[in-house]
């Protein structure tokens, strides 16, 4: 699919915005399209490494493959998985200002940047990582996450706010279903937890987005004066 490995940055300096949900359910989907994955967690709590070991032990399943990383190994684990062949590789960050995020938007090929919109203080951890992105010449783009299912005011509001900061907004939202949330102790996804949901769909819509991005290589660039 890709002429050479992508690397795709999850990041935003603030919890609760669905980072990890983001990465693994991407790394799922691609791995899911037959794509060589990784899925590279720098947050010192694991959480998506725990997750994939619950897959293995859970679901016989070891792919996508995680692996803890620091910031200091991240350059040398990228070039590892580019000489074993990896398609792509995905970066979940820690939230909070840290070292991390910006190692891993040094190194990505795509910024993705979650968020919710459940209140005004929701989008504070949006801007530092857009300038992030915009300071380090990186596409960037940000995606919506559990959103009210049908709530047109929380996706006008997201809009407004990141067009005011010049960062373009993914055309797919990942909704409030309770299949992300269920699917996590089991060790899967929502699209492999109820296949064919709007939760599933979603994923889906969101992944082929993904893929149309990083094969343009060149798009949702942020805007540089809006976020200086």
Excluded: Y
């Excluded at 979940?92 to 190692?103: L, V, Y």
């Excluded at 005011?153 to 939202?173: F, K, N, S, Y």
């Amino acid at each position: 699919m890709f002429k050479e490995m992508k690397v795709i940055a999850v990041a935003i300096n603030k919890g609760g915005a669905g980072k990890t949900t983001t990465a693994k359910t991407l790394a799922t989907a691609a791995a899911q399209a037959g794509l060589n994955v990784l899925l590279l967690d720098m947050d010192t709590q694991q959480n998506s490494v725990k997750w994939s070991r619950r897959r293995a032990s859970q679901q016989g399943n070891p792919l996508p493959l995680a692996r803890f990383v620091t910031e200091g190994d991240l350059a040398d684990e990228l070039d590892r998985a580019r000489a074993a062949g990896c398609d792509l590789a995905i970066i979940d960050t820690p939230p909070g200002r840290s070292s991390e995020a910006p190692a891993a938007v040094e190194a990505a090929d795509l910024v993705l940047i979650p968020f919710v919109a459940e209140d005004v203080d929701a989008f504070d951890g949006v801007p530092p990582t857009a300038r992030l992105a915009r300071m380090a010449g990186k596409p960037a783009a940000g995606i919506l996450n559990f959103a009210f299912p049908g709530s047109k005011a929380q996706e006008e509001t997201a809009r407004g706010v990141l067009d005011a900061i010049g960062l373009p907004m993914a055309p797919v939202i990942l909704q409030r279903f309770n299949a992300h949330r269920d699917a996590n102790p089991k060790g899967l996804t929502a699209q492999e937890f109820e296949p064919g949901s709007r939760a599933a769909q979603d994923v889906e819509a969101l992944w082929k987005w993904v893929c149309s991005e990083l094969q343009k290589g060149t798009g949702a660039r942020v805007h540089k004066k809006a976020v200086a």
